[in-house]
């Protein structure tokens, strides 16, 4: 490692390509890097700003000197002036904030010049409680020269109570997060009554987020939300700000229920963005089944954030999981102690689960320039104005390309040059794209797969929605197709009850309880210090079987602990701080029973399934491994108990004369298919907006209802989140590149940059390399041609109906990302 250089002068911004040949020079790094794209600097074009914005709104952005909007800006503005819901889908740090909040801060300036009543209002609805305290930082400092006519206020779950009726009263510019319109005003909308009777503008930012599971939640919510402000008397017009995507009118369409403008052309001037992708070295270690091991990608993004820090080049390393976050700041505090003791402290951790102060103490730290370094998730992905950062390490793909775009946007905010370095896991999808970077660099962006009919998600929020206002035949078509065919089961579980020409919510309990719009279901977990009772943070119920299990490693600010005991009926973990030289990996065991085939194509004898399936899951034991290599020191026993998923998937069977074809003999059948299904899972979240942890997967001989050799892959969440719909319609393609990514692995028999998962519950026993290639390559000889294959953006009727019984005995079943992987 280079950590021979103290930090630069604080004047000097080396380019990305010296700072980038800093980081290879003097070393094997070099060979480490697979690609390097070079993205030009571009110039900007301006456009006038449109006549209906006020002159004081006008001077207010030229104080700040913004003279003219880039023409993407002044269009978005244009039609929000026009009274039409529009998204701007440009790239990071293409000004989107300045195309709606023109528009947005004159409509305020009219409304506080109404005599006698309240002036028009506004709601801004952002992922994060970060991007949302960011965004009143840049209001309050923009609308500064407006006096008191622009008054916004954050309204979230670490706002105080005693600010909360100010905020009710007063604000007219209101921040807050899809969770607290869920929880909070919606259900309480009569408190905000003068709020919603003049609410003129939503925005939407970072829209793109809502996807999958959560997406649809969020759909259901705006929804409820039109509903309410249709009662007091106001129709607003949505605003919506995205990462670029494939089709991003139809995704806001889908996600507001009304029609939506789309604004793509980005006019904006961008830097030159140096990108490398980079692929850490295989190490002398073996893995299961003898199986070569890779450096892993948090060890290699711990000595790059490392090497940056010392250079004195200000970086976010975004890692996919909060453990992840705060290995490699421990990791590269403590090689940095070795150079400088100055320097351990300016680089930190940011994750969610964090308490409140923590997070805001982080927030002024990276806004200051007093941290150099932060490894963080993706928290800090969505729109923070992190000025001044010269790279971005990305340890690992972040699951979709909108998403990696986002990422490696942070850098070069300014204008100004920047670097971003994309290291590889060791997992079929990463070691795929390092080795094929058109698949990153050349192809388009993918959409956005979100399902608001899914029953058990739009079933909560039929009651949520009569608990605010009786629900009456002609809402029913503002919650969609399917709402009809629920309100009977609904009625029949007393939860609704019809009078007259409306139905009530009959319960005591509020409704807004029935269901966690981010999926994740059941009471979080708090993690609790056994010696102190000191509160830690809190687990998402969903992942606590897999994150915080009896002798799993969790860490929390740079600490290690080790969890005593997780007792899920108090939903607490009680840990103990500890220094253990490992990290703990869960593995838990799936089967499938399929409840109905929706449709099904054949492909040549084989055949192509999608529908509904009852899946069965255990965590049932986890690995240790060492910190920094991976290696696999032991495996421990759990008894957790199993859950029960009714969810969608998409499967494919083969029959005996192709399995003679592929030349896949009776032994080596169960390898073949379980390899498949390994690195089929691994690669679809290429073709779908998800995470590898938002699907699973089994492979089995002979499965009991097909009566053929079956592989299914599945969504992680009741009812079905999109994702194997996704699947199904591009089938061809994903299975294609699935064979692609096997064939082109330099292993002999396996690992896991190709069929190998890191989640297996049957240790990765048995897998067959060769024969999954060969009857992957006989699967796809009787696949559609591209031209027939489903358009994967149109709408498809999944077929789904209105069953949304979990089997758990409870009213709705809980989201969680589980599978066999």
């Known amino acids: 490692m280079a950590h021979n250089q103290l930090p630069r002068h604080a004047g000097i911004r080396p380019s990305p390509r010296s700072i980038l040949e800093q980081l290879t020079g003097g070393s094997d790094r070099a060979t480490r890097i697979t690609h390097t794209e070079h993205l030009p600097p571009r110039s900007g074009t301006h456009a006038p700003w449109p006549q209906e914005i006020r002159p004081e709104v006008v001077d207010a952005f030229r104080a700040c000197g913004i003279e003219h909007p880039w023409v993407h800006q002044a269009r978005t503005a244009e039609y929000a002036l026009r009274g039409e819901s ?13 195309a709606y909040l023109a528009p947005v801060l004159s409509a305020l300036l009219d409304g506080a010049e109404a005599p006698g009543r309240r002036g028009a209002t506004a709601l801004y609805l952002s992922p994060t409680k970060a991007l949302a305290a960011d965004q009143r930082r840049a209001v309050s400092e923009l609308a500064a020269p407006l006096g008191h006519a622009v008054r916004p206020a954050v309204y979230d779950g670490d706002t105080p109570v005693e600010e909360r009726e100010w905020v009710r009263n007063h604000a007219n510019y209101v921040l807050t997060n899809p969770d607290m319109l869920h929880r909070a005003i919606l259900p309480g909308h009569a408190r905000w009554s003068s709020f919603l009777r003049t609410l003129r503008y939503v925005v939407i930012d970072e ?35 995205s990462a670029t995507a494939a089709d991003p009118a139809r995704a806001a369409t889908r ?19 140096v990108f490398a992708l980079w692929e850490p070295p295989l190490t002398e270690l073996h893995g299961e089944r003898g199986a070569p091991v890779r450096r892993t990608a948090t060890a290699e993004s711990a000595d790059l954030l490392t090497d940056l820090a010392v250079q ?4 976010v390393t975004f890692v996919r999981s909060r453990r992840g976050a705060e290995l490699i700041a421990l ?46 998730t993706t928290a800090l992905e969505l729109g923070m104005d992190i000025a001044g950062l010269d790279a971005v390490v990305l340890a690992g793909y972040p699951g979709t390309r909108a998403s990696l775009w986002q990422q490696a946007g942070r850098a070069g905010r300014t204008g100004q040059g920047a670097l971003a370095v994309l290291v590889a896991r060791d997992d079929p999808l990463d070691t795929y794209l390092v080795h094929h970077p058109d698949a990153l660099f050349r192809q388009p962006v993918e959409s956005t797969v979100l399902d608001p009919d899914n029953p058990y998600v739009l079933a909560p929020h039929l009651c949520a929605a009569a608990a605010e206002l009786p629900l009456t035949e002609a809402d029913l078509e503002l919650f969609g197709p399917a709402a009809a065919e629920l309100m009977p089961q609904l009625e029949q579980r007393r939860l609704l009850r019809r009078r007259a020409t409306a139905w009530h919510w009959t319960r005591r309990e509020r409704a807004a309880d029935l269901t966690d719009i981010r999926g994740a279901g059941g009471k979080p977990i708090q993690v609790v210090e056994a010696e102190t009772g000191r509160l830690l943070g809190t687990v998402d119920a969903a992942a606590a079987h897999t994150t915080v299990h009896d002798g799993a490693v969790h860490l929390h600010q740079g600490r290690s602990y080790l969890v005593r005991r997780l007792d899920l009926d108090d939903a607490v973990a009680l840990v103990e701080e500890a220094d253990p030289p490992y990290t703990t990996t869960a593995r838990d065991t799936t089967s499938v029973s399929i409840l109905e085939t929706t449709t099904e194509v054949p492909w040549g004898d084989a055949r192509l399934c999608f529908g509904s399936v009852e899946v069965t899951n255990q965590v049932v034991s986890y690995l240790r491994r060492k910190l920094i290599t991976g290696e696999v020191l032991g495996e421990s026993k759990l008894d957790l108990p199993p859950r029960t998923l009714r969810t969608r998937a998409v499967w494919w069977t083969v029959t005996e004369g192709q ?18 299904e390994h690195a089929s899972i691994g690669m679809l979240p290429l073709f779908a907006t998800c995470d590898r942890w938002d699907i699973g997967g089994v492979s089995i001989p002979l499965h009991p209802d097909t009566l053929l050799p079956t592989v299914f892959v ?13 699947a199904f319609h591009t089938a061809a393609r994903w299975l294609t590149a699935t064979r692609e990514a096997i064939a082109s692995c330099e292993c002999d028999s396996g690992c896991p940059s190709c069929i190998q998962s890191p989640k297996c519950g049957n240790g990765n026993d048995p897998l067959d390399k060769k024969a999954a290639i060969r009857l992957l390559t006989t699967l796809l000889a009787g696949a559609p041609t591209a031209a027939s294959e489903s358009d994967p953006d149109s709408d498809f009727d999944s077929g789904s109906g209105s069953d949304f019984d979990s089997g758990s005995g409870s009213d709705f079943g809980s989201g969680s990302g589980s599978g066999s992987g």
Do not use: M, N
Not at 312 to 315: A, D, I, Q
Not at 659 to 676: C, F, I, K, M, Y
């Open 659 to 676: 399995l003679d074809d592929a030349l896949v003999p009776p032994e080596a059948l169960g390898g073949a298919l379980h390899a498949a």
């Open 331 to 376: 990791i590269a505090q403590e090689r940095l102690a070795a150079v400088d003791h100055s320097l351990p402290s300016r680089v930190a951790a940011y994750r969610g689960g964090y308490l409140p102060e923590e997070r805001r103490a982080l927030e002024r730290a990276l806004h200051s320039g007093r941290l150099l370094g932060l490894a963080a």
């Open 207 to 241: 829209c793109h987020t809502y996807r999958g599971v959560f997406g649809s939640h969020v759909a259901q919510v705006l929804r409820r939300l039109r509903r309410v402000c249709a009662r007091y008397g106001s129709s607003p017009v949505f605003l919506l700000a």
């Open 86 to 98: 529009v998204v701007v889908a440009t790239g990071t740090a293409s000004g989107k904030s300045l």
């Open 312 to 315: 004195g080049v200000r970086t």
């Open 255 to 273: 996600l507001t229920g009304l029609p939506v403008a789309e604004i793509t052309e980005d006019a904006s001037p961008r830097g030159e963005l």
């Open 714 to 726: 599945y969504d992680g969440h009741p009812g079905g989140a999109g994702f194997a719909e996704r």
